[in-house]
């Protein structure tokens, strides 16, 4: 079959991005956040029509578009979900405001938690802040609802949530694009019965975010994103996101489908409709029964969550064994012999050095018997607490690292229990929420040891510029903000800033932290070695050497450069000496460092 | 339906899985197919196990398989292939490069590479075990592996009708259009033979 030469392949990401763009959208910000990243990075692209912007962190970014909306554009924001609890306070209250440019908020849930620390159904917040959304099932629709998003926010003057998850992101499917249309700047008048919410404006809004919630009711009943398929009735399935697709592999045509694109507010009197018209009826969704628990309130049977299961993603395999009892024919085999192979810091990671003194001094005996407490944070760095690193005790959401250390810190004191707690997060996430973090352990005085772990980027997420890389999402260079002026600006008077690499540098810096009954920050000062460097970094930053090597000569074996968890670094069963691969090893030194017996020394890359 | 074709392509981090699915993605759609095509980005990508997935035929739905449902599984090492052998058709084929990459376990000495893991495969499911780095390596550089592999997908989906070559240039660096072109057609003269 040959199809149109104007289908191209897009991620969901690319192809939401486009659909922004071609609705004409001129404000976008966003923080970076595994799986809805690329969203920006592809509006970006468009810099003649489109101001993207990384913001630190969601809530600015939401802001930021609704400020863009009030003054009379369309605007995106886009999030991961957890990234969406960040901006809820927003979000709720602009809710209440409606809009003038229209406004569409992106959010990318991760079911599986591929990358991400919990697995919210972010569905819920639709209901929740009384607003509509749109679900895409696959790229084309991407596009589509993304289009029509802006169509429906400004016609029942409210903002949008679109939904999307990690599948629907990160799958490439054909979608056929077509123009972008010019949407001149609403103007802006000056309106505080509108924008300006104190309680007696809000009280009467209330309101009317009741009426605007009826009317988009009774637009969901006809909305074309809520279609019909009407194939065999004995089985009918409702459907929305990602499950469609897995629906439509399962049954084929052996089921009609009632297939919601347009998911809040439900069509009651639509589903009620294709549910006297089938036989069983089946509610075929990812991750919580939102669509199932609004059927069950209509006094509709059908089965869902008692045979799919609630947790992790879906695929066709498993909803064919949940609904149908169906086993594929797989091949049998002992797989138990494969170890894992979980994700690593990388060869050359600045984090290594930082992580290897950490957990060295954490978990030293010493006289007085001093425990420790690290507080970990959202990132790379959070890979410092895996085997044979173990220097991290915690992680719970981005940012928290000084704050949730500064309380943990307090009650140590309190009660006498002869713990310090040493927080680490990155220099994204210190902007993200770790400002006021630190904020509080100055304020609220606490001895709480503050670790960032300055590597000049955005790393885990692939590459993202922030406040203080000196360059914005579009290019443009910017003001490069110094993260120990920031320290020293809230009121931490004990800063050092050291580099990372260089063992003995970590292991003073720490030390003299834990000798200090009051706040101190210590920022590890060393670029990602992903990064492409500036010409400034080049200078600063210079590489050890090409990468080392082990003298057999001299390795009695003994193990202790494998405590620095670099992939570059083997122990031969065989032989019980390491080894160093060539082309891995990136020339750091901290193994080189951590050997006791000069074993490890310079080498020259062998280039291929 | 029934005439989707599934290739999963597994590998790790870094080993250049997602240049070989966007060139066999690219190449489909020129063909006239419809395509759809998984991948997963962020924490899993730090050295870790890395898969992706690419269906084509008249209409795809689903953009990703569940067990037993791949007619071809690339592997660009040797027991990642063995890891995701579940996901293989029993009557599907397997392509493993015939390289080791020790995992965190492995390298730290607490886990043995699994031994014998060719064998293994080949006594389970139709397998060809390629040298695809050592032939890259001949060829000029270790990276191009992945284009060795990808020679060999090429006949044993059967998709040799497709023009890869133009799309291939059109996709790697200019520099090393040569050494992707090379590498690609050692790739498939291994399978002809």
């Known amino acids: ?608 | 339906m029934r005439e989707v074709t599934n290739v999963m392509l597994v590998g790790v981090g870094g080993q250049g899985t997602i240049l070989v699915s966007s060139v066999l993605s690219k190449g489909l759609v020129a063909a006239g197919h419809d395509v759809k095509m998984s991948e997963v980005h962020g924490m899993a990508q730090r050295g870790g196990s890395v898969t992706t997935q690419v269906r084509f035929g008249e209409k795809v739905h689903s953009p990703i398989i569940g067990r037993g449902g791949a007619d071809v599984l690339v592997s660009f090492e040797a027991m990642e292939a063995l890891r995701w052998i579940e996901f293989v058709k029993p009557t599907g084929k397997v392509i493993v490069n015939d390289q080791q990459i020790p995992s965190a376990p492995i390298l730290a000495g607490r886990r043995d590479y699994p031994v014998g893991v060719i064998d293994m495969l080949k006594s389970k499911v139709t397998t060809t075990a390629i040298k695809a780095t050592d032939i890259a390596t001949q060829l000029g550089n270790p990276r191009a592996m992945n284009m060795v592999l990808f020679g060999a997908l090429v006949e044993a989906a059967g998709l040799g009708d497709v023009e890869w070559e133009p799309i291939i240039a059109s996709t790697v660096k200019a520099a090393f259009v040569a050494l992707n072109v090379n590498a690609y057609r050692a790739g498939r003269r291994l399978m002809v033979h």
């Open chain 1, 1 to 608: 079959m040959i199809r149109s030469n104007s289908a191209l392949l897009m991620s969901g990401n690319e192809a939401a991005a486009r659909g922004a763009y071609d609705a004409g959208v001129s404000f976008a910000a966003a923080y970076p956040g595994t799986p809805s990243t690329e969203i920006l990075e592809s509006i970006a692209l468009y810099k003649d029509d489109v101001m993207a912007e990384w913001a630190p962190n969601e809530k600015v970014a939401l802001e930021s578009a609704i400020g863009a909306s009030i003054a009379g554009a369309r605007a995106l924001s886009a999030m991961k979900m957890v990234g969406v609890n960040v901006a809820a306070d927003p979000l709720f209250s602009y809710a209440y405001c409606g809009v003038n440019g229209g406004l569409v908020l992106v959010s990318a849930d991760d079911p599986s938690l591929h990358s991400s620390q919990n697995e919210q159904d972010n569905r819920f917040y639709a209901p929740f802040a009384k607003i509509p959304m749109l679900e895409p099932s696959d790229s084309q629709e991407c596009y589509e609802m993304m289009r029509s998003a802006y169509a429906i926010s400004e016609s029942f003057d409210t903002p949008v949530l679109f939904r999307m998850t990690t599948r629907v992101c990160h799958s490439k499917s054909l979608v056929t694009p077509s123009r972008r249309s010019e949407v001149p700047l609403r103007p802006y008048v000056k309106n505080l019965d509108k924008f300006d919410l104190v309680p007696a404006v809000s009280r009467r809004l209330r309101l009317e975010l009741e009426a605007r919630m009826e009317k988009l009711a009774e637009f969901s009943e006809t909305c074309d994103f809520n279609r019909t398929e009407w194939h065999d009735r004995t089985i009918g399935v409702v459907t929305s996101g990602i499950a469609y697709q897995y629906a439509r592999e399962v049954f084929g045509d052996g089921a009609s489908y009632l297939k919601l694109g347009f998911t809040n507010p439900l069509p009651k009197k639509l589903i009620a409709d294709f549910a006297s018209k089938v036989g069983t009826l089946y509610v075929i969704e990812e991750l919580e029964p939102y669509l199932e628990n609004h059927i069950r309130r209509l006094g509709i049977t059908c089965i869902g969550k008692e045979k799919i299961p609630a947790v992790y993603e879906l695929n066709p395999d498993i909803v064919a064994r949940a609904l149908l009892g169906t086993e594929p024919p797989v091949i049998s085999c002992d797989t138990s012999v494969v170890p894992p192979r979980p994700p690593v810091l990388c060869a050359g990671c600045p984090h290594r050095g930082f992580f290897a003194e950490l957990g060295k001094i954490t978990t030293r005996l010493d006289a007085k018997r001093q425990k420790y407490m690290i507080a970990g944070d959202i990132g790379c760095y959070g890979l410092g607490g895996a085997d044979p690193l173990n220097a991290m005790d915690l992680c719970i959401c981005m940012g928290s690292a000084p704050s949730v250390g500064h309380g943990a810190q307090k009650v140590f004191n309190k009660f006498d229990a002869n713990t310090r707690v040493i927080a680490t997060l990155g220099d994204s996430t210190f902007f993200h929420t770790g400002i006021p973090a630190l904020i509080d352990i100055v304020y609220n005085r606490s001895n709480t040891i503050t670790c960032i772990l300055d590597n000049r980027i955005t790393g885990m997420t692939g590459q993202q510029d922030n406040p203080h890389t000196g360059f914005t999402l579009q290019g443009e260079p910017t003001k490069e903000l110094s993260i120990e002026a920031v320290v020293r600006a809230v009121g931490v008077d004990h800063v050092r800033v050291i580099n990372p690499m260089r063992l003995e540098e970590v292991d003073e810096a720490l030390e003299e932290a834990l000798r200090l009954d009051e706040p101190s920050v210590i920022i590890t000062r060393w670029p990602c070695v992903l990064k492409k460097k500036t010409e400034e970094e080049k200078v600063e930053f210079r590489p050890y050497a090409e990468c080392f090597r082990i003298d057999a000569e001299v390795c009695n074996g003994c193990g202790l450069c494998m405590q620095v968890g670099c992939p570059a670094i083997s122990l031969d069963r065989a032989t019980g000496r390491t080894r160093i691969d060539p082309i891995a090893c990136n020339g750091c030194s901290v193994c080189e460092q951590t050997c006791n017996f000069g074993a490890i020394i310079r080498a020259e890359r062998q280039h291929a």
